[in-house]
């Protein structure tokens, strides 16, 4: 027992007291649940609303080439802002008030790109060839957008989904500086407080919801591209 | 507004928290780059070195960069030095997974012929492999640069400094010209950063590779 290391693993371990399960017992319906839910909510939302957005200016700039350049360069430009710099100007503007609000149009300006991106590479990946048999059987341009280049797009559009979610979660956590709520407020309260339980709740469920909800995310784009899943073996 | 913003930007301590701010990006990207170009160069020729590398990249998007920072703070302490070893830990994965994508990237058929023209393995890496990985290695220390940009504003939630400091300090004060000075100085920052390493990274791109680029298009 007098080996020094173990006498100095014991200190790192027990002094500081890196996690106090005491603590996370007492306070996990409390304090560790809801941030957790929140987080969920924010990072939901924010990609949900996202979608709904990039969708349609996607498929609008793969139709025409000219609003692509520019809707890159500004979704690009958003991209490279700061999270912390970009909530922060987020609530300078007049009426928009701390709290879960600028936290959400914050990280859909972040997916904005990724997912606009993904869109436009699903469908370009569909073979002409296959739109020209479409037409040749009859189908109208809607019915070719949503029953032949959509569905084909799709793999790829969930990839950028994925890449989206995973960044999202991760940004979401900074969300908790300006009361967005989520794990990252546990994150912050625990160096406030100099308790490091709190800042490893926070980190490690936040890495733990980023990987589930990648891996979740993988396995429905495996899904949907069976073909790939064919020619692989 | 603008001109309280600017009166702001006159501050002594302005440009002790922009060089703050700098210093700590760059020093953090250069030790992550003396750190991860060798590792991929050292696992270039094995599945296992591809593997590691993915995973290290996955994991690293995975981990929330404040997970990083905030837990520095229990381990290494307030200050500086402990906000350079989070951001090095931050920026070593983008690089080492683009390095190593790109330098097993190059065609096999490419080495081959080079081999077949006499050139030896340390002339293949540095004639052949490096070059052609170059856009790619570089398109990796990019987005790490950028990435540590961002995360640098972070330093000043664990007394690392920077122009964090200044929208803290905003914040925490209700001063609205301070808040914005500091985040727009960080967007600027960060939009340089971006522009700056994409010209660096046309610049390294070996001309053929251009034309076969253009020709591809």
Not at chain 2, 21 to 46: E, G, M, Y
Request: glycine share 10%; charged share 15%; proline share 6%.
């Amino acid at each position: 027992m007098s080996n020094p290391t173990v006498l100095f693993l014991q200190d790192v371990l027990q002094e500081p007291k890196l996690i106090d399960w005491e603590w996370i017992g007492e306070n996990f319906w409390e304090d560790i649940v809801p941030a957790f839910q929140g987080h969920i909510f924010l990072s939901f939302v924010s990609v949900a609303v996202a979608l709904v957005i990039a969708l349609p200016v996607g498929i609008f700039s793969a139709r025409y080439r000219k609003v692509y350049p520019p809707v890159t360069f500004v979704t690009g430009i958003l991209y490279s802002i700061p999270s912390l710099a970009l909530f922060a100007i987020l609530i300078s503007i007049p009426g928009v008030a701390i709290g879960p609000a600028p936290v959400i149009i914050a990280l859909v300006a972040y997916s904005l790109l990724i997912l606009i991106r993904n869109t436009v590479a699903g469908l370009d990946s569909v073979p002409p060839e296959t739109i020209d048999a479409a037409r040749g059987m009859g189908l109208t341009d809607r019915q070719i957008l949503f029953r032949v280049e959509l569905p084909l797009a799709l793999p790829v559009i969930v990839a950028g989904i994925r890449i989206a979610t995973v960044t999202i979660i991760g940004i979401a956590t900074i969300g908790a500086y300006i009361n967005g709520g989520g794990l990252g407020q546990l994150i912050f309260d625990g160096i406030s407080r100099q308790f490091p339980t709190m800042i490893i709740a926070g980190a490690v469920l936040a890495t733990a919801l980023a990987i589930i909800a990648d891996l979740l995310l993988l396995a429905l784009e495996r899904y949907l591209r069976p073909w790939a899943r064919v020619r692989r073996t | 507004m603008l001109l309280e913003i600017l009166e702001v930007y006159a501050r002594p301590d302005f440009p002790e928290k922009l060089w703050q701010h700098v210093l700590l990006s760059l020093a953090a990207l250069l030790v992550a780059i003396a750190i991860a170009l060798p590792v991929a160069l050292l696992i270039r020729n094995t599945r296992l070195g591809a593997a590691i590398a993915i995973n290290i990249g996955n994991i690293g998007r995975a981990v929330p960069s404040l997970a990083i920072l905030a837990l520095a703070l229990p381990l290494l302490g307030i200050g500086f030095a402990s906000a350079l070893v989070a951001l090095t830990a931050l920026a070593i994965p983008p690089i080492l997974i683009n390095a190593s994508t790109g330098l097993r990237e190059v065609s096999k058929d490419v080495i081959d012929a080079a081999r077949g023209m006499g050139l030896s393995g340390g002339q293949i890496l540095s004639r052949i492999q490096l070059p052609i990985a170059a856009p790619v290695i570089f398109a990796g220390i990019r987005t790490s640069a950028v990435q540590t940009v961002a995360s640098a504003t972070l330093a000043t939630f664990i007394g690392g400094g920077g122009l964090g400091d200044l929208i803290v300090e905003g914040y925490s004060r209700r001063g609205p010209e301070i808040l914005l000075a500091g985040a727009l100085a960080v967007a600027i920052l960060a939009i340089i950063t971006e522009v700056g390493f994409g010209a660096l990274e046309r610049a390294f791109t070996p001309k053929g590779l251009k034309i076969a680029q253009k020709r591809g298009r």
